[in-house]
């Protein structure tokens, strides 16, 4: 059965400190995995990862995707207030499913 | 503006009675997904369309029902509501998946309560 674990699954930071969330996966066929932001209403889009392996990046975040580990990272530097937040990691499977891991919660602190 | 639509934000209903939820994109994307969120359980898929007149069941598909007889709408249909199905749904599309361009674009979610 395909299955998405994520964690840790709640997180406190104070604003300046680097943090790692983890996804790892199980998948029977992999089309590709995505990172996702949610705060008080709908997820909103971060990272997708393919086979390729290269890392992405946006500003303070980055991730990349380990297909021998079957995992990935999203990691967060500098982080500020307003990356509070649950992230979500999200597996496209061969069928066109896609599954979603329980998110990690992360509160940074002032 | 590019987005997805869901109707209403927020119903109360009570068990057995039907429902519709709709959904509406502008964004010409051929899938389109209903999905629910519970705390602990995270998102779920209900079910999912690769395009007009193809539906395919998500991993939580029972008690629901779909039909997409246009490329922009996806309506969520509950035949006789279960206070189980109380939760917060979010319909989502996107250009096939899989390709680059092609992340899922979210609703604003759709908050039921079936007492």
């Known amino acids: 059965e395909d299955k998405v674990v994520q964690s840790p699954l709640s997180l406190v930071v104070h604003e300046g400190d680097t943090v790692t969330l983890n996804c790892s996966y199980e998948?029977?066929?992999?089309?590709?995995l995505l990172w996702y932001k949610q705060e008080k209403k709908a997820p909103t889009f971060l990272f997708m990862l393919?086979?390729?392996?290269i890392e992405k990046k946006s500003g303070r975040l980055s991730s990349i995707l380990d297909k021998k580990e079957l995992s990935s990272i999203l990691n967060i530097t500098a982080t500020q207030t307003g990356d509070s937040a649950i992230y979500l990691c999200?597996?496209?499977?061969?069928?066109?499913?896609?599954?979603f891991g329980t998110g990690t919660r992360l509160k940074v602190l002032a | 503006e590019a987005q997805v639509t869901q109707n209403p934000r927020y119903l109360i209903t009570v068990t057995g009675k039907k429902l519709t939820v709709t959904c509406s994109q502008n964004?010409?994307?051929?899938?389109m997904s209903w999905y629910r969120q519970d705390p602990g359980l995270g998102l779920r898929q209900i079910y999912y369309?690769?395009?007009?007149?193809?539906?395919d069941k998500g991993d939580v598909p029972e008690g629901y029902k779909v039909s997409r007889k246009e490329k922009r709408n996806f309506p969520l249909i509950l035949e006789s509501p279960s206070p189980n199905q109380t939760s917060l749904y979010f319909c989502?599309?996107?250009?096939?998946?899989?390709?680059?361009?092609?992340?899922?674009?979210f609703g604003n979610g759709t908050r039921l309560t079936v007492t």
């Open positions: 989502a599309s996107s250009f096939p998946p899989g390709q680059q361009n092609s992340p899922l674009h």
């Open positions: 998948v029977t066929n992999f089309r590709s």
């Open positions: 393919t086979s390729s392996g």
């Open positions: 369309s690769m395009n007009v007149e193809v539906t």
């Open positions: 999200a597996l496209l499977s061969g069928t066109y499913k896609y599954i």
């Open positions: 964004m010409n994307h051929e899938y």
